[in-house]
């Protein structure tokens, strides 16, 4: 399994022959330059999206349809697009899992919003959502935009996820020290890589809060397109 950080809350991830997309945000990224774009998007089967805010779906349908493959995610975001936009979706709701070849996805509840830009003014694109993401032995818990919730709890308990991609920037979602405590309260992970910063002065820059608060967690601050191994 490769997790390979895009920038942002956006991720590449190859494991078990699929190449997952989560979040993919190209056009404005500041993290990711013009140039790294093919990269990024090579050989991609799936497009896996967390909500509907811009900043992880302004690529989507485009990238469906110049790639050929599916969006998966939301049901009623997902229905939405297949309706309005003829793209290949997958749609599923929390408590749902979906299998992807021998990649094993299952949606789970976040804290924040999701909506997107329209004439009319903002509309709800579905809900806001994390993922566990299971295969070659490992679980991921992709947290997607999130503040912590009690709900982690029995995440931790039943999925026993081992890698957490954890939004931490703080403003919009956790920080570094929300996303600590909650590591530390209610997972037990061996891998932590944060997520949803550096992006933006707004954002938080470092993660050391986070490394310090977690001692005995390998915290791995990724760089862009710099393969992290499993």
Same mark, same amino acid.
């Given at each position: *399994?490769?997790?390979?950080?895009?920038?942002?809350?956006?991720?590449? /991830?190859?494991?078990?022959?699929?190449?997952?997309?989560?979040?993919?945000?190209?056009?404005?990224?500041?993290?990711?330059?013009?140039?790294?774009?093919?990269?990024?998007?090579?050989?991609?089967?799936?497009?896996?999206?967390?909500?509907?805010? =811009?900043?992880?779906?302004?690529?989507?349908?485009?990238?469906?349809?110049?790639?050929?493959?599916? @969006?998966?995610?939301?049901?009623?975001? *997902?229905?939405?697009?297949?309706?309005?936009?003829?793209?290949?979706?997958? #749609?599923?709701?929390?408590?749902?899992?979906?299998?992807?070849?021998?990649?094993?996805?299952?949606?789970?509840?976040?804290?924040?919003?999701?909506? !997107?830009?329209?004439?009319? #003014?903002?509309?709800?694109?579905?809900?806001?959502?994390? !993922?566990? /993401? &299971?295969?070659?032995?490992?679980?991921?818990?992709?947290?997607?935009?999130?503040?912590?919730?009690?709900?982690?709890?029995? =995440?931790?308990?039943?999925?026993?996820?081992?890698? #957490?991609?954890?939004?931490?920037?703080?403003? !919009?979602?956790?920080? *570094? &020290?929300? @996303?600590?405590?909650? @590591?530390?309260?209610?997972?037990?992970?061996?891998?932590? /890589?944060?997520?949803?910063?550096?992006? =933006?002065?707004?954002?938080?820059?470092? @993660?050391?809060?986070?490394?310090?608060?977690?001692?005995?967690?390998?915290?791995?601050?990724?760089?862009?397109?710099?393969? /992290?191994? !499993?």
């Amino acid at each position: *399994m490769n997790i390979i950080w895009l920038g942002h809350g956006s991720f590449r /991830i190859e494991t078990a022959g699929q190449v997952l997309l989560l979040d993919p945000w190209l056009t404005g990224n500041p993290m990711l330059d013009t140039s790294q774009h093919a990269a990024a998007v090579e050989g991609a089967t799936h497009l896996l999206l967390t909500h509907a805010h =811009f900043d992880h779906v302004v690529d989507a349908v485009s990238l469906c349809r110049k790639l050929g493959i599916p @969006a998966v995610g939301q049901y009623d975001l *997902m229905g939405h697009w297949a309706e309005t936009e003829g793209i290949e979706t997958i #749609g599923f709701n929390k408590g749902g899992t979906v299998a992807l070849g021998d990649v094993q996805v299952s949606m789970v509840t976040a804290q924040h919003s999701s909506t !997107f830009a329209s004439p009319e #003014g903002p509309r709800t694109g579905g809900s806001e959502v994390g !993922f566990m /993401i &299971a295969a070659e032995g490992h679980t991921v818990y992709a947290s997607g935009d999130t503040d912590v919730m009690a709900d982690m709890e029995w =995440f931790g308990d039943y999925y026993k996820p081992d890698i #957490g991609i954890l939004s931490a920037g703080g403003h !919009f979602t956790m920080d *570094m &020290a929300k @996303a600590a405590y909650a @590591a530390r309260r209610y997972f037990n992970f061996g891998t932590v /890589i944060p997520a949803h910063y550096r992006t =933006f002065p707004l954002l938080e820059q470092s @993660a050391q809060t986070l490394i310090d608060a977690l001692p005995d967690v390998r915290v791995i601050e990724p760089q862009v397109l710099e393969p /992290i191994v !499993f």
